[in-house]
C-alpha cells in the first residue's frame, strides 16, 4: 500500500532502539526505505529492518561511528551507492550526561559533544551536499533547553548549539526547498531515560505534563511523520517542542 514517503529514503542516525528505533519504523510504516544507523547493537538494529521488512518496508542497517567525519561519510556514501538518493535525514544519536557542571570532565565534555554536536555538524553538512530536493532534515533537540534543571547544563549546552545549527542550515538550505526542523521532547519513556531514575522521580516529571505522563517514543515520531509530509513544506527554521505542555 502505498503512503506519502513511498519512493523516499531517509537515513536515520541511532535507530537501533529508543525514540530512533520508532522513528524509523513509523518512517518504515509510511513507505519510505529507511537506512537504521547503529552503532554496537547490530542484533536490535536488524530487528528494527526485520519490522519494517515484515510490513512491506525496505530497510538496511549500517553501523557506523558517527563522532568519527570519515565513518559518518562512509554512512552517507553507503546510502547512496545502494539506493540512489537520499530525501530524509533524522539527526536523533545522542547521549546524556548528568552532573552539575563543576564535576563535568574534560573527557565527558569532549564526548558528549562530539555525539551531540560534532556529529550532527557534519551530518548537516554532507546533507546539504547530498539531501534531494524538497528533502527534509530533522534534528532531535530537547526540551531542557528551556528549563534550568541541575544537573543538565552540559546536555543543554550540546542541544543548545543543535538548535542553532538548525536555525542557520534552514536559511541556507531553503533555495534547494530542503526544510530544516528541530524537534524537542520532554521526558521520554527510553531505557535510557529510565536509568538511574527512581519511580518517584519518574512520576514527579510526569506531573510536570498537561497530562500527567511522561512521553512516549510513538509520540515523538509521529510528529517525525508530520514533519515529512507534504503539507509540511512551509514549516522550516523551527523548534517544535513535543512534551505534553511541559512547564517550565
Known amino acids: 500500500m502505498e503512503t506519502h514517503l513511498s519512493g523516499k529514503v531517509a537515513l536515520v542516525t541511532g535507530a537501533s532502539r529508543g525514540i530512533g ?11 519510505a ?4 544507523n547503529y552503532l554496537r547493537s547490530r542484533a536490535q538494529a536488524e530487528e528494527v529492518c526485520q519490522g519494517i521488512e515484515a510490513s512491506g518496508g525496505q530497510a538496511m542497517a549500517i553501523q557506523a561511528d558517527i563522532t568519527q567525519v570519515a565513518e559518518l561519510e562512509q554512512l552517507f556514501s553507503l546510502t547512496l551507492a545502494e539506493f540512489g538518493q537520499l530525501d530524509i535525514l533524522v539527526n536523533n544519536a545522542g547521549m546524556l550526561i548528568s552532573k552539575e557542571i563543576e564535576e563535568v570532565t574534560e573527557e565527558e565534555y569532549d564526548a558528549l559533544f562530539a555525539l551531540n554536536v560534532k556529529s550532527v555538524f557534519f551530518a548537516c553538512k554532507l546533507a546539504a551536499q547530498h539531501l534531494a530536493p524538497g528533502g527534509r532534515l530533522i534534528n532531535i533537540s530537547t526540551t531542557v533547553t528551556r528549563v534550568m534543571l541541575p544537573g543538565y547544563g552540559l ?10 545549527i538548525t536555525r542557520v542550515l534552514s536559511r541556507e538550505l531553503g533555495a534547494k526547498n530542503i526544510t530544516v526542523n528541530a524537534i524537542s521532547p520532554g521526558p521520554t519513556d527510553t531505557e535510557l531515560f529510565r536509568e538511574g531514575k527512581s519511580s518517584e522521580q519518574i512520576a514527579r516529571m510526569a506531573a510536570m505534563s498537561a497530562f500527567n505522563r511522561i512521553g512516549t517514543p510513538s509520540d515523538i ?4 511523520a508530520l514533519l515529512t ?7 522550516t527554521g523551527q523548534n517544535i517542542f513535543v512534551n505534553g505542555g511541559l512547564a517550565g
Do not use: H, M, P
Open 221 to 224: 515520531a509521529g510528529v517525525v
Open 33 to 36: 526505505t529507511v537506512v537504521v
Open 21 to 31: 528505533r520508532e522513528i524509523a519504523s513509523k518512517l518504515g510504516q509510511l513507505g
Open 155 to 164: 546536555y543543554a549546552a550540546s542541544k543548545g548549539a543543535v538548535d542553532q
Open 229 to 235: 509530509c507534504e503539507e509540511a513544506g512551509w514549516i
